[in-house]
């Protein structure tokens, strides 16, 4: 039988990498087989149109569904195909166009022309692959990803902790500071509204939450606790694992700032393994999720660009363009190691997922405030070991429309306008020196990071949609037409890049005007 590379399937070695043996023939695993959309043409037109900041209706997740979802046909191939090599289907989800096979190590090599590995690496070992994957012939623009073979771990959660008293790697500043995520939402003049009737989606990618933790957090603020729903995906749920330092912070942090601050609103919360497969499927059920309907979903995981396969990154962004197309607002933090985004050598590199371009990248400052009001706000910039706003400009995506005409600052004065998307959009407070308040496996503590600025924005977006009864949606096209609207931040840098009046490589087009962008949005 004839086959073909899957365009964008290519996967290379973590670096520093080594094979240890051949894969356990005999272990089962699933894989997420993702196949084409229907109506392409007709949402790339309307996406096109939600882009030039036109108001389009957004589509219910019904209507998505019936237009844009899975041919019957392509499931009907993928599922002979499965039979064909010994593979079940475990699960179909037409508006994910996502099918689960389950199968053996041996089973999938022999179907999709691949050699899995046990490998170690620096971080542990995983099961992973090189090169790419080989399909039947009649696949041929039918599947777009298969994901799940290589379970290497794909992200990292975007969060920093302020140095402990004492460290000698990491000296907190004298003036060091902390904030309760209100008093945050507060600084940023935040509209008068509390998030009822929205839904929060969050997507967290390991670790936990305890209820005790979060009803002493919340208790503790005067503030009513959040509903907080646990949703399971790919065999995934909440297990918090008793390391502050670990998914834990990232999973409190996130409940607690977007709580906090929209305190009725629901929280929804996607847990799913550390994986290709395992990211795109939590952001896939979060989008076309019609049981909890968030209207907001934050996002603090991510890794460099040169981290993801193709396919990966364009299954993402079409998770995305879905969410643009239904009224879905998505925050994603835009990392914590500056411009090279923690990769080595001279290069500069940007987030993914948060360059993509149709969510809401978000990076980070350095805040001083008071009950009197904001005295200073600049990027932040903590050097190598403390940690700085990610941003950039990205090696995969085209130059969004919304983003003709810009260009990015370098340290060295130089300005280089853009040709593929700029990183980030917008930002908020993320360093730890003037960071957040938070209880985590029983312990007060103080975190910073563009992972808390993912879900600052995403309560405030649940904010206004609650004062408004309808979804903002796709912000970043009005967003970039109403510049004014934002707190421009013009001092500091991430390393390669500048800030400047308007937009930056570093913080976007500033942080949140609540009441302005209230009224825009």
């Known amino acids: 039988m004839a086959k073909i590379l899957l365009k964008g399937s290519e996967r290379s070695a973590v670096p520093g ?3 240890v043996a051949p894969a356990d023939p005999a272990e089962r695993l699933e894989v997420s087989v993702l196949v084409r959309r229907r109506g392409k043409q007709a949402l790339q037109s309307r996406l096109a149109s939600v882009n030039a900041g036109q108001k389009v209706p957004h589509l219910s997740r019904a209507e998505f569904a019936r237009e844009h979802g899975a041919d019957p046909a392509d499931f009907a191939k993928v599922r002979a195909f499965a039979e064909a090599h010994g593979l079940k289907v ?8 996502t099918v689960i096979l389950s199968g053996t190590v041996a089973e999938f090599c022999a179907a999709l022309g691949v050699q899995l590995h046990q490998v170690s690496y620096a971080g542990g070992t995983y099961r ?7 399909l039947p012939a009649e696949w041929d623009g039918v599947v777009e990803a298969i ?14 902790s302020r140095p402990a008293p004492g460290n000698i790697h990491r000296r907190a500043r004298a003036s ?36 005790a933790d979060l009803s002493t957090y919340f208790s503790g603020l005067d503030v009513s606790a959040p509903s907080v729903i646990a949703v399971s995906v790919d065999h995934a749920s909440n297990s918090p694992t008793g390391d502050a330092d670990g998914p834990d912070g990232e999973v409190m942090l ?14 929804a919360v996607y847990f799913s393994p550390n994986t290709d497969a395992g990211f795109l499927d939590a952001v896939t059920t979060a989008v076309h999720d019609t049981t909890n309907n968030p209207s907001v979903i934050s996002i603090s995981w991510g890794g460099a660009e040169s981290t993801w396969t193709a396919q990966s990154m364009t299954a993402m962004d079409e998770a995305f363009q879905a969410a643009a197309t239904m009224g879905i607002t998505v925050c994603i933090a835009a990392g914590d190691s500056g411009s090279s985004d923690g990769v080595s050598g001279t290069a500069n590199h940007v987030d993914f997922p948060a360059s993509s371009p149709h969510v809401l990248a978000c990076g980070g400052t350095s805040l001083v405030a008071s009950s009197s009001g904001i005295s200073s706000e600049t990027v932040w910039n903590d050097g190598t070991s403390g940690g700085a706003t990610g941003g950039g400009i990205s090696s995969f995506f085209a130059l969004p429309a919304w983003q003709a005409g810009l260009s990015a600052l370098t340290t060295k004065g130089s300005k280089a306008a853009l040709t593929m998307r700029g990183v980030p959009d917008v930002a908020g407070d993320a360093d730890p020196e003037t960071g957040y308040s938070v209880r985590v496996d029983g312990t007060d503590t103080v975190f910073g990071g563009t992972s808390a600025v993912a879900p600052l924005w995403a309560a405030l977006i649940a904010r206004i949609n609650s004062s408004t009864a309808r979804a903002a949606g796709f912000v970043n096209p009005t967003l970039y037409k109403n510049p004014k609207d934002l707190r421009d931040i013009t001092q500091g840098d991430n390393g390669a890049f500048a800030a400047q009046s308007g937009w930056d490589a570093c913080t976007g087009l500033g942080s949140p005007n609540g009441a302005p962008l209230a009224g825009v949005l």
């Open 17 to 19: 990498a080594r094979v």
């Open 176 to 211: 060091a500071v902390s904030y309760t995520p209100p008093q945050v939402a507060a600084f940023y003049a935040y509209p008068n509204a509390t998030g009822a009737g929205e839904c929060i989606g969050l997507i967290e990618l390991g670790g936990g939450y305890r209820p």
């Open 128 to 134: 992973g692959r090189t090169g790419g994957i080989y």
């Open 147 to 160: 994901l799940g073979l290589d379970n290497r771990p794909q992200a990292r959660p975007r969060f920093r």
């Open 254 to 267: 996130d409940i607690e700032v977007a709580g906090s601050i929209a305190p009725q609103a629901r929280l």
């Open 90 to 97: 475990l699960q179909e989800h037409a508006a994910r166009r």
